[in-house]
């Protein structure tokens, strides 16, 4: 009896040492998301190409342990959606799908209404340079983020959080539209 209580605990030591490191690179995902985001909007395009590429290395080595655990690393997955969607969005003017970031649904989905908030802030970045056509179309990304999600109903142990995002974004476009019509 003892021999296999010793080859189990020796599987769950391996478990913990792999769940040990889903937590690392997920907490180096976050903090790199956020050291890249702060140069989205400090307009700092090297530092964050420089960021995005070591995220890109990082987010391929949590892809590669994190079969299991992908509960521990669901806000890795969030924050990178969110920086990838933000960046696309203010490079190209386009939300890159799910598939061309590699994300699964439901992180690639509360990735999506977080970026509602970066939006605002680009938009009242522009209204406050006297840019109102630029804050316009980022109002057009905000209304047509959330209102692509307006009909999704699920529970929350399934997608956590997502009602208060959604209800977190309609607040943050009606107080762009509100600043956008104060504008006219």
């Known amino acids: 009896m003892l021999g296999?209580?010793?080859?189990?605990?020796?599987?769950?030591?391996?478990?913990?040492?792999?769940?040990?490191?889903?937590?690392?690179?997920?907490?180096?995902?976050?903090?790199?998301?956020?050291?890249?985001?702060?140069?989205?909007?400090?307009?700092?395009?090297?530092?964050?190409?420089?960021?995005?590429?070591?995220?890109?290395?990082?987010?391929?080595?949590?892809?590669?342990?994190?079969?299991?655990?992908?509960?521990?690393?669901?806000?890795?997955?969030?924050?990178?959606?969110?920086?990838?969607?933000?960046?696309?969005?203010?490079?190209?003017?386009?939300?890159?799908?799910?598939k061309e970031l590699k994300e699964k649904p439901i992180a690639y989905i509360l990735g999506m209404m977080d970026v509602v908030g970066e939006l605002k802030r680009e938009a009242l970045d522009e209204l406050m340079k006297g840019n109102v056509e630029k804050a316009k179309s980022y109002y057009g990304f905000m209304k047509e983020i959330y209102d692509s999600t307006l009909h999704i109903r699920f529970a929350n142990s399934l997608m956590p959080g997502f009602r208060r995002k959604q209800d977190t974004a309609r607040i943050q476009i009606e107080g762009i539209a509100a600043e956008l019509i104060s504008r006219r």
Do not use: C, W
Not at 6 to 27: C, F, H, P, W, Y
Not at 49 to 77: C, I, N, P
């Open 4 to 98: 296999e209580i010793n080859g189990l605990t020796g599987k769950i030591a391996k478990m913990q040492e792999r769940l040990d490191k889903v937590m690392e690179l997920s907490r180096e995902v976050v903090r790199l998301s956020g050291e890249a985001m702060s140069a989205i909007h400090a307009k700092d395009s090297a530092k964050l190409r420089a960021k995005t590429k070591e995220l890109g290395a990082k987010m391929k080595s949590l892809k590669a342990v994190e079969r299991g655990f992908e509960y521990y690393s669901q806000d890795a997955h969030q924050e990178y959606v969110e920086l990838m969607m933000l960046d696309s969005i203010l490079s190209s003017g386009r939300v890159p799908t799910s």
